[in-house]
């Protein structure tokens, strides 16, 4: 049977990123993402809102580059697998969590939104190691529409 293990996720940073050096001097960079569920509840009308934490995690240049430009509150977009971790604690019960090994990112919303560290600017919204963009490139996420599109409404979603 065939997997498929690939993850898509837009928020924004909980905390600043955390940059450390693996024994073989790659670097791994943690961070953790706020995403928001909305919805509309059938019976009420209510719009109802839950928050998801979610564990990511970095390595290489990929790893250098978030930890340079991005800080607590950042929006960001990432793309990877999920991973599960799994370890003994103190009392020897085994734990486990589940998080997101980081392919590659784009930059979200303008260069001042969220505490902006002088990175790159907005239109280089490509993905670490995808290369620059070409010139008269409109990055998805840079807040125009493309062409023959329109935005996109959060109420046209369906989910």
Same mark, same amino acid.
């Given at each position: 049977?065939?997997?498929? $293990?690939?993850? %898509?996720?837009?928020g924004?940073l909980?905390? !600043?990123?955390e940059?450390? /050096?693996? #024994?073989?001097?790659?670097?791994?960079? !943690? %961070?953790?993402?706020?995403? =928001?569920?909305?919805?509309?509840?059938?019976?009420?009308?209510?719009s109802? *809102?839950?928050? =998801?934490?979610?564990?990511?995690?970095?390595?290489?240049r990929?790893? *250098?580059? %978030? $930890?340079?430009?991005?800080?607590?509150? $950042?929006?960001?977009?990432?793309?990877?697998? +999920? @991973?599960?971790e799994?370890?003994?604690?103190?009392?020897?019960?085994?734990?486990?969590? +589940?998080?997101?090994?980081i392919?590659?990112?784009?930059?979200?919303?303008?260069?001042?939104?969220?505490?902006? @560290?002088?990175?790159?600017? /907005?239109?280089? =919204?490509? &993905?670490?190691g995808?290369?620059?963009?070409? *010139?008269? /490139?409109?990055?998805?996420?840079?807040?125009? &529409?493309?062409?023959? /599109?329109q #935005? +996109? =409404? *959060? !109420?046209?979603?369906?989910?």
């Amino acid at each position: 049977m065939p997997n498929f $293990n690939r993850v %898509i996720l837009m928020g924004r940073l909980t905390r !600043d990123p955390e940059l450390k /050096h693996l #024994p073989s001097n790659t670097a791994v960079t !943690d %961070i953790a993402l706020a995403v =928001n569920d909305r919805w509309k509840d059938k019976n009420s009308g209510e719009s109802k *809102e839950r928050v =998801n934490y979610i564990d990511c995690v970095a390595f290489g240049r990929t790893a *250098e580059v %978030i $930890n340079e430009y991005f800080r607590k509150g $950042n929006p960001i977009l990432i793309e990877g697998s +999920l @991973r599960m971790e799994q370890w003994q604690d103190k009392e020897g019960k085994n734990r486990s969590k +589940l998080k997101v090994v980081i392919d590659g990112f784009e930059f979200i919303g303008s260069r001042g939104e969220g505490g902006d @560290r002088g990175g790159p600017p /907005h239109s280089s =919204n490509q &993905p670490v190691g995808a290369g620059q963009p070409t *010139e008269g /490139h409109q990055p998805v996420g840079a807040g125009q &529409p493309t062409e023959g /599109h329109q #935005p +996109l =409404n *959060e !109420d046209d979603i369906p989910f």
